[in-house]
C-alpha cells in the first residue's frame, strides 16, 4: 500500500522556512487551563520555558496529565486559557506542515502503516537506503529486522500486528530520528522495550543532546534522571520540578516515586552492608 499524499509540497518536504537555521525552538508554555470536555480541568497553571537544545523530563502518576502536556505541545488540542509559543510564534498559528518539521511525537502507542519496514520509516520523505539504516540502527531496531524474512522489505500489518509492542515503539522513534527534527517529544517512548534495549537506546539519544530539544515522559525514572530540568505532575498541575539531585533532596512525590521504583536496589545495598544480628 502506498501512503496518500495529502499535503501541500512544502510541507511534504517537511522543510522550516529559509530562517529555519536562525529560528530558535524554544518552547514558552503557559497553560492555565485545558480541559478535554469543557468541564472537567486536566491541566491547570502550568507554566515553564524550554530553551532549545534542552532536556527535559516530564513524570508523575498515571492519569496526571503527562500525555495531555505533550499532545499540546503539538498542537492536537485548542487550549481553553492560556497559550503555547515557539521562539515567540503561537504555536496555533504556525502551520502544520511547519510543526511536522520541526516537531517529531513518539506516542505511546504509535501507528504502523500496512507497508514494508522501510516505507514505514521513510513515510512520504525521499529518503535512500543509508539514511532509513542509520535511523533504524540509532534507533536500535536495525538488528531486529535484519532478523525478518525480507529485511527491510517486509511487509507489516495492519496496525504492525506483526510486531510485538515494543518494536512498533522502535519502528516510530526511527522513523521520527530519520526526520532529523529540531524537537523531539516522547511519550514513554521505551516504556515496552526490554531494560539493556532501552539503555542503549537513551545512549543513542543522548549523542543528540544539545543539538535537538528532547521532552521525553517515562514511567522508568532512571530513564530521565540525567534531565536539564524533571517536571512532576500530579493530578494536572507541576507538583515539583528541578533536577534529580534537587528532587532527592527534598521530601516529596518524585522521592517517593524514585525510592518506590529502586526498592529493590536499596534492600539490597542496605542489606549488604548491614547484617542484623539472628
Ligand atoms: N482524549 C481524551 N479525552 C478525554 N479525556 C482524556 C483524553 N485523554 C486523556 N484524558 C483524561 O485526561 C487525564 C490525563 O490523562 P493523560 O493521558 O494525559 O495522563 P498521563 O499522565 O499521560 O497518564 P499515563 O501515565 O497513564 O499515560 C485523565 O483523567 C484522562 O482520563
Ligand atoms: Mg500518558
Do not use: C
Amino acid at each position: 500500500m502506498k501512503i496518500k499524499l495529502q499535503s501541500r509540497s512544502h510541507e511534504r518536504t517537511g522543510h522550516f522556512p529559509r530562517n529555519r537555521r536562525s529560528f530558535s525552538p524554544e518552547y514558552a508554555i503557559d497553560i492555565r487551563r485545558f480541559s478535554y470536555d469543557g468541564k472537567k480541568d486536566v491541566l491547570r497553571d502550568i507554566r515553564f520555558t524550554v530553551e532549545a537544545g534542552a532536556f527535559i523530563g516530564i513524570v508523575g502518576h498515571t492519569g496526571s496529565g503527562k500525555s495531555t502536556l505533550l499532545s499540546l505541545l503539538m498542537n492536537f488540542y485548542p487550549i481553553q486559557e492560556g497559550g503555547i509559543q515557539i521562539g515567540g510564534i503561537p504555536i496555533s498559528r504556525i502551520s502544520r506542515g511547519i510543526r511536522a518539521g520541526l516537531i517529531g511525537f513518539v506516542q505511546q502507542d504509535p501507528f504502523i502503516f500496512a507497508d514494508t519496514v522501510a516505507n514505514n520509516i521513510r513515510m512520504e520523505l525521499p529518503l535512500d537506503q543509508d539514511a532509513i539504516v542509520e535511523a533504524a540502527q540509532q534507533a536500535q531496531l536495525h538488528e531486529m529486522v535484519l532478523g525478518l524474512p525480507h529485511g527491510y522489505d517486509t511487509m507489516l500489518t495492519e496496525q504492525g500486528k506483526s510486531l510485538s509492542a515494543g518494536q512498533r515503539q522502535l519502528l516510530s522513534l526511527a522513523r521520527t530520528l530519520a526526520r532529523k527534527l529540531r524537537i523531539l517529544l516522547l511519550d514513554e517512548a521505551t516504556a515496552n522495550i526490554n531494560s539493556h534495549t532501552e539503555a542503549l537506546v537513551w545512549k543513542s539519544l543522548m549523542t543528540l543532546r544539545s543539538k535537538v530539544t528532547l521532552i521525553a515522559i517515562a514511567h522508568r525514572l532512571g530513564t530521565v534522571k540525567d534531565a536539564d530540568q524533571l517536571y512532576v505532575l500530579h493530578h494536572g498541575h507541576v507538583q515539583q520540578s528541578g533536577t534529580h539531585e534537587e528532587l532527592m533532596a527534598r521530601e516529596g512525590l518524585y522521592k517517593h516515586m524514585y525510592e518506590l521504583q529502586h526498592q529493590g536496589e536499596f534492600q539490597l545495598g542496605w542489606n549488604q552492608g548491614y547484617s542484623p544480628a539472628r
